[in-house]
């Protein structure tokens, strides 16, 4: 007997063959319950068309069994199974790694090991649901209803979700949720692949392993989605091999198709309505077309060489003879909740999310999320391209539980319909049973956890001629979270660019990419360093090195936003500077020794060019547009902005002043050192005075502009130095919120909660000692002679009275400072009292009354002070007389 996959998933179209016995098959069941009998009611007649098909395809099915000339597929599957290791009973209902991490079921919490009264009414439906769908749809495999726990215990698939709202931003969107289910847990295959699982574990034992099925990776990745308000489903069919398997090595990356989308987008200019028309073009397109006809057929046949080149390094991929066999398990997002515009698929694998017409999901056989569980009957025979997933439509899904008819989320029910109309009764009738709260405790993830990731902290995943590695933050010492290296070749061994991103380092350095064809480096930082530099990019030729910066132009005062270094030329661009400069380039001689870095800062300047912005405070005429300073030819060359009504501007060249000997107080300035090209010609020439002022001011310019040249030289050549030095000694940003992931802050912590233990330790064994400053000046000696102790007694008593004095005295002065301020402020009131306001009235009395306030509690402090002073004296006389150290000598 021969059928391929798709039969076997088509197989549930015969269902509307045994619609009609279908209700009478829920009657004669003893276990069923009549308030459940309300749904199972027949269903609308079938299609003559669609009865004939059923009958033809039942016939061609029977002649096949009854010629089995050929073997089927399931044959085909049985031998794979049976070329599997064996194992022993045990193993068949726990696996390899749940036996070595069992868990102890004292640890486990009631709910894992027991069942409510809730859980076992809920049991006995669904083994009477899964009774009625095996008789009606004997070809179809069984459905997943209530597999084992973690504790041997079966447990309905609805309870195993729940619900959870972790407190990580990143948790609250479908994509960061899918992202770290991803990441954070490591794949187990299904054993064998073609069959469902007889294990469904807890989200809190799969979040303790860090691995799991598919199922465990939908369940988990449920879970959080309906925490954070998605209306998702756990989804249990079929799908291809590559999927079930986690091969991701025939896709392309996704960060590679993001960057080509980011390319087209940017190639994309938008059409100016209003432009300037083209001139004519005068050349022949006879030729043109010859050319392109030509330059067309050597591309065709070059990409037809490549073509033909990448079939014989590239085999075809093998067709699968179990297409349409392979166990899935993913989730189903619909719309309306959370804005969600359309239904989606997310392969919990991944994290990438499909759109549900996607062909690599060959078939669905049941959905269920925590309230409800649903049976698929619609055909497959396109995979999932025709499905609906509209689950109050009875025809198309057979739910467990009763439940009102589902509307869609994003439209209101109509009061008004008549459809929407239930009594009373029936209400109570639907209602009978609802689904058991969850037995899983609560979902938790540590901070810790949420920073690692990754089981291990690295993550390698191979796609199509590239890899891509995730590393945890903190993890390695220059901050590495993610590289991406894209190859030549399929068997990935001749790489072509390395991609790097960087967190939390101390020179923010945030992505580095190296073209290794071109040996062309780009690095991009993060704002924060002392040059504002932003991105650079260096590449290191035979004639020398060609760096590439660009600055954050707010951040400096000079407002450069670029510098391009050449080997015999710089280019720097500018942005909102004061004086409208936006563009300088300098133009150098050779070097005594090319090459060198000293060499490059005393290299001949011959030429400087450089642009400025239009000052609209400023005639056209008088306004700098353009400067050149001709270092070797000794001239400067000015031009001017163009005027609105002209095409030509105005131009002036200067002839600098030769050297002149010093007997000469100034040079000698000649109107033949200026040539003037004026637009109108009515208009008044400068006089020579003014040329001559110009020329001064031009030449300081000059020099001004040359050290800011050397500056800008030197400036390059410390960030070249700084970037080796920091690549060499590489050093992270201590984060406080990730404290346990730094080397330095775990020091310092520990070193902290020593010094603090350590005092705590030395109070409570020596408490407060007057004598411990005074034997700290003399050595804290053993044992003191008679002379020293009664010294320090002395010592210690004269300590305390002077500071018994001073803050007698200090509280003295405090009170008649606030008495002879009390008197003036009196004395003021009795001279202005007929002519101040009533507000400085007001004001005035406010002040007495917390003046003669305070003045009273500094009499009473004194007084208490001078009373109890006589008292300190005398106890902590006694106290030294009765100190072991000098109670000896002191008696």
């Not at 998702?232 to 960060?255: D, F, H, I, R, T």
């Not at 109309?421 to 109570?428: A, G, L, N, R, T």
Request: overall charge negative; charged content about 30%.
């Amino acid at each position: 007997m021969q059928k391929t996959g798709t039969d076997v998933v088509d197989a549930t179209s015969n269902y509307y063959l045994v619609l009609k016995s279908f209700h009478l098959a829920c009657i004669q069941c003893a276990s069923f319950e009549k308030k459940q009998c309300r749904r199972w009611k027949p269903r609308r007649e079938m299609d003559p068309k669609m009865e004939e098909y059923q009958k033809e395809k039942i016939l061609e099915v029977e002649e096949e069994e009854d010629q089995g000339s050929e073997r089927s597929v399931l044959e085909e599957l049985q031998e794979l199974e049976e070329t599997l290791p064996d194992a022993d009973a045990s193993s068949v209902h726990s696996p390899l790694w749940v036996r070595a991490l069992q868990p102890d079921p004292l640890c486990c919490p009631a709910s894992y090991k027991k069942h409510s009264p809730q859980e076992r009414h809920l049991l006995k439906m669904a083994h009477n649901f899964h009774c009625q769908y095996a008789h009606l749809y004997p070809i179809r495999k069984h459905l997943l209803l209530y597999p084992l726990n973690e504790c041997g215990v079966q447990k309905f698939v609805s309870t195993t979700l729940r619900p959870a709202l972790l407190p990580y931003p990143e948790l609250y969107t479908w994509d960061g949720c899918s992202s770290l289910v991803s990441d954070f847990l490591a794949l187990l295959p299904l054993d064998p692949p073609f069959d469902l699982p007889t294990h469904l574990y807890s989200p809190t034992w799969v979040l303790k392993t860090r691995r799991g099925s598919c199922f465990d990776f939908a369940t988990l990745l449920c879970s959080l989605l309906l925490g954070a308000g998605y209306d998702a489903y756990c989804v249990s069919g079929y799908a291809v091999k590559e999927m079930c398997l986690l091969n991701q090595s025939c896709q392309e990356c996704p960060l590679l198709v993001m960057q080509d989308k980011e390319k087209m987008l940017e190639q994309k200019t938008p059409l100016k309505k209003y432009s300037v028309k083209p001139r004519r073009d005068l050349s022949s397109r006879f030729r043109e077309q010859r050319q392109s006809q030509r330059q067309a057929d050597t591309q065709v046949a070059f990409a037809s060489r490549q073509q033909d080149e990448q079939r014989l390094q590239e085999s075809e991929h093998p067709v699968d003879r179990f297409m349409g066999h392979w166990v899935h398990c993913w989730v189903l997002v619909l719309s309306g909740s959370r804005e969600v515009p359309e239904n989606f698929f997310i392969d919990p694998l991944t994290g990438r999310s499909y759109p549900t017409t996607d062909k690599q999901f060959l078939g669905v056989e049941s959905i269920w999320n925590h309230q409800n569980y649903w049976v698929n009957i619609q055909e497959c025979r396109s995979g999932c391209v025709e499905m609906t997933f509209d689950l109050g439509d009875a025809v198309k899904w057979e739910s467990l539980l009763c439940c009102l008819p589902v509307q869609p989320q994003l439209l209101l029910p109509d009061p008004k319909d008549p459809e929407n109309e239930y009594s009373d009764e029936e209400e109570e009738d639907l209602k009978v049973f609802e689904m058991p709260p969850s037995w899983v405790k609560r979902i938790e993830i540590s901070q810790q956890d949420m920073e690692m990731r990754c089981p291990t902290g690295i993550k390698v995943i191979q796609y199509r001629k590239a890899k891509l590695e995730k590393v945890a933050p903190y993890l390695l010492k220059d901050g590495l979270v993610m590289r991406l290296t894209t190859y030549k070749d399929l068997d990935c061994t001749e790489p072509i660019t390395v991609k790097e991103w960087f967190q939390h380092r101390q020179d923010y350095l945030e992505e580095r990419e190296l073209n290794r064809i071109t040996n062309v480096t780009l690095e991009r930082f993060g704002p924060g360093r002392s040059q504002a530099l932003k991105t650079h990019r260096h590449v290191t030729l035979l004639q020398g090195q060609e760096h590439d910066m660009e600055f954050y132009s707010h951040s400096r005062v000079d407002g450069l936003a670029k510098r391009g270094e050449r080997p015999t030329d710089i280019t720097e661009s500018f942005e909102g500077r004061t004086d409208f400069l936006y563009h300088r380039h300098i133009i150098f001689g050779k070097a005594p020794e090319p090459g060198g870095t000293a060499s490059r800062e005393q290299c001949p300047i011959l030429k400087v060019v450089e642009r400025f912005g239009r000052d609209c405070s400023k005639p056209a005429g008088e306004d700098v547009a353009e400067r050149v300073f001709l270092t070797a030819e000794g001239l400067i060359q000015v031009t001017y902005h163009l005027e609105d009504d002209r095409i030509i501007p105005t131009q002036r060249s200067f002839a600098k002043f030769q050297e002149w000997p010093p007997s000469q107080r100034q040079p000698v300035f000649s109107p033949d050192m200026v040539s003037t090209f004026l637009v109108d010609p009515s208009e008044k020439p400068c006089t020579n005075l003014s040329l001559y002022n110009m020329l001064v001011s031009l030449m300081k310019e000059e020099d001004r502009v040359t050290q800011e040249i050397r500056s800008s030289l030197k400036e390059v050549r410390d960030i070249l130095a700084l970037r080796k030095k920091e690549e060499s000694n590489c050093e992270l940003r201590i984060s406080i919120y990730s404290t346990a992931w730094s080397e330095k802050a775990r020091r310092y912590r520990e070193e902290l909660e020593r010094v603090a233990n350590e005092e705590r330790l030395w109070k409570e064994r020596k408490g407060v000692d007057e004598l411990a400053p005074l034997l700290a000046k003399l050595g804290n000696p053993e044992h003191l002679p008679r002379e020293e102790a009664e010294q320090l007694r002395k010592d210690c008593l004269a300590s305390l009275k002077e500071q018994l004095v001073y803050r007698a005295n200090l509280m003295q002065e405090r009170f008649q400072k606030e008495t002879q301020q009390l008197r003036l402020k009196q004395q003021w009131y009795q001279q202005n009292q007929l002519s101040i306001t009533q507000e400085e009235k007001d004001a005035y009395m406010s002040y007495c009354s917390s003046a003669v306030l305070r003045i009273k509690a500094l009499k009473l402090r004194l007084s208490r002070h001078k009373d109890y002073a006589l008292q300190k004296y005398l106890m902590l006389d006694e106290k030294l007389r009765r100190d072991p150290r000098l109670s000896k000598h002191l008696c």
